[in-house]
Nanobody
Framework: VQLVESGGGLAQPGGSLRLSCTTS????????MKWYRQVPGKQLEWVSI???????YYADFVKGRFTISRDNAKNTVYLQMNNLKPEDTAVYYC????????RGQGTQVTVSS
């Protein structure tokens, strides 16, 4: 199983970034996926979940700003992040719902002016 995140970087407050997580080694279309984030020294925070049927859920602190989606043809899950805030600065990881150990290496998102 491989998951590779990309799309992180530096954004200004109010800006946008789109994270991608390309996967392989398992049947993507039948698995739920999630994004979570971690700030050094703080606990992991789950950000968003998308189930195999397309149902989505969001943490309250990103509702209305972030959108999770999936492309089963590309085995990829996305996280569109709009209206970014400095407190969104973190390393963002994607993972399968079936096993938290199935996750990528993370991509750094920094929101700063």
């Amino acid at each position: 199983v491989q998951l590779v995140e990309s799309g992180g970087g530096l954004a200004q407050p109010g800006g946008s970034l789109r994270l991608s997580c390309t996967t392989s080694g398992f049947t993507f279309r039948t698995n739920g996926m999630k994004w979570y984030r971690q700030v050094p020294g703080k606990q992991l925070e789950w950000v968003s979940i998308i189930y195999a049927n397309g149902d989505t859920y969001y943490a309250d602190f990103v509702k209305g700003r972030f959108t999770i989606s999936r492309d089963n043809a590309k085995n990829t899950v996305y996280l569109q992040m709009n209206n970014l805030k400095p407190e969104d600065t973190a390393v963002y990881y994607c993972a399968t719902l079936r096993n938290n150990l199935e996750r990528g290496q993370g991509t750094q998102v920094t929101v700063s002016s």
